[in-house]
């Protein structure tokens, strides 16, 4: 090491006492010598001090990512005590890990643990006030606590930050139409007392996740009482949350006689027919809603997607288009619509459907690699390529856009590029599948109510 541990001073120096001071140039430059040795050791000691700490940062950041990533593999399995472990060993390595915060509230949702789950997702948002997806899963949170003003507030917060997040504005519908049944089965409750307790224990079981003992307490209310519509369609609605389709059609076409015009239950049984497979059936629902509701956009969306999965696709797509009429930020739609008109082979009408997809949503990994597809079948190959580029920008664990940017690349005779391309492809298929961001945390629910994660690449 260059530098000494205590400065040397020259011999013999004189000091300044008013009268002369003499230093011979030799002592001179010796002394300016030693101090820039020892100003060039403390420099060195200090910049070694501030890269060591910016390394510890960059290390602990990076560990603390491994244990979420590892804890968002176990939730994917089910494994969450395993998961919870991971989650929290990565905010006792970095306290501020707003995503690793959201991670824990999402595995403490999937337990019922909903205290819990609105303290984590408190701290997220506390870290990030700009996290949308926290927003939104503390508003999920409180509906199951029936806190429902609080869940709407949460979920406007959310979709104030990102406009287009269908899952919040799904989110939001169940919380304010949760608000209204739960104020109406309190005011059934004066009236009926006897009754409506098995109704409100019913509907706290569902909110809660205890679904058997839900389906027994609106049974008993149903049974006892059997124009409690209120409670049958509750019923249907346990039914089909826990995929038992058969026994919830069967509720929702009793309810259906007796009130006809109960459009929500009309558009549950055509969503139970559809997961049934039964596209006819659900067609005929569908169908019998927009005769009345022309404008219903989410009975003109299902609608679309029944035909497609018939082969309709000419229905479809009117559909799919007087949905988006209905309501202009509707991306779920825009994307149906641009799959439709790839299979039509109307390449055009599908690159400027995914395009105004995009103008609503830029961010969008999914739209961008459709639109490199539909490049692709018109031969514009470098616009597809541009398009699978950014698509594997912004998503680097999507294989097909990976292969589909090498096959461009061959067809431009871009050879190196192909083999990297495909080489890279080939490495995130070896690092095994689980690897999905956002939307991991799924509920098997119809109403696609989600709570979701977030997890980082390494």
Request: net charge negative.
């Given at each position: ?14 000091f ?10 030799c ?10 040795l ?18 510890s940062?960059?290390?602990k ?15 994917n ?14 905010i ?5 890990f ?17 205290d ?20 939104d899963?503390?508003?999920f ?52 007392k ?6 409100i ?6 909110t809660?996740?205890?679904?058997d ?30 995929g ?9 076409k ?18 139970a027919?559809?997961?049934k497979?039964?596209?006819d059936?659900a067609?005929?629902?569908f ?46 739609a825009?994307?149906?619509?641009g ?10 009408d ?7 997809l995009?103008?609503?949503n830029?961010a ?19 616009s597809?390529?541009?398009e699978?580029?950014?698509?594997v ?8 856009a ?25 490495d995130?298929?070896?690092r ?8 991991a945390?799924?509920q ?15």
């Open positions: 090491m260059i530098g000494c541990s205590t400065m040397d001073l020259p011999q013999n120096t004189e300044f006492t008013g009268e002369k001071m003499i230093k011979s140039k002592q001179w430059q010796t002394t300016l010598l030693c101090i820039c020892v100003l060039c050791f403390f420099g060195c000691a200090s910049s070694d001090k501030k890269q060591s700490k910016n390394n940062e960059a290390d950041y990076q560990l603390a990512m491994e244990f979420n990533n590892r804890g968002a593999n176990y939730v399995k089910d494994m969450l005590d395993e998961a919870i472990l991971q989650f929290k060993r990565a006792t390595i970095k306290p501020d707003a995503e690793a915060h959201n991670n824990l509230g999402v595995a403490f949702c999937r337990q019922k643990m909903f819990d789950a609105m303290a984590e997702f408190k701290l997220a948002v506390k870290i990030n006030p700009d996290y949308s997806k926290a927003h899963n503390l508003g949170a409180y509906r199951n606590k029936s806190m429902f003003d609080e869940s709407i507030a949460e979920h406007n917060l959310a979709l104030k930050i990102n406009p287009n997040d269908m899952e919040a504005m799904r989110n939001m519908e169940l919380a304010k139409e949760g608000k209204r049944i739960y104020e109406k089965t309190k005011a059934y409750q004066t009236a009926n006897s009754i409506a307790l098995e109704s224990a019913g509907y706290n079981q569902y809660r996740g205890f679904l003992e839900a389906i027994i307490s609106f049974r008993k209310v149903a049974d006892e009482n059997p124009d409690d519509l209120l409670a049958s369609c509750y019923l249907g609605h346990t039914y089909a949350t826990k038992m389709l058969d026994e919830a059609i069967s509720v929702y009793e309810i259906l006689a007796k009130n006809p015009s109960n459009v929500m239950v009309r558009f549950n049984l055509g969503e027919y559809y997961g497979g039964l596209c059936e067609i005929s629902e169908e019998n809603i927009i005769k009345t509701n022309p404008d219903n956009t989410r009975a003109l969306y299902k609608l679309g997607e029944a035909y497609a999965e018939r082969g309709l696709l000419d229905k479809a797509t009117v559909m799919y288009n007087k949905s988006i009429t209905s309501n202009t930020s509707f991306p779920e825009y994307d149906r619509l799959a439709v008109y790839l299979r039509q082979g109307l390449y055009d599908a690159i400027s459907t995914w395009k105004k995009l103008e609503l830029p969008s990994s999914k739209a961008h690699f459709n639109l490199g597809l539909a490049y692709a079948s018109k031969n514009m190959v470098e597809a390529i541009g699978f580029r950014k698509t920008g912004s998503d680097p664990e999507n294989i097909d990976r292969y589909n940017l090498a096959y461009a690349y061959e067809e431009k005779d871009m050879i190196d590029e192909a083999v990297a391309e495909y080489t890279k492809a080939m995130v298929n070896s095994g599948q689980g690897k999905t961001i956002e939307t945390n799924k098997k629910e119809p109403e696609n109510v989600t709570v979701t994660f977030d997890k980082h690449d390494k």
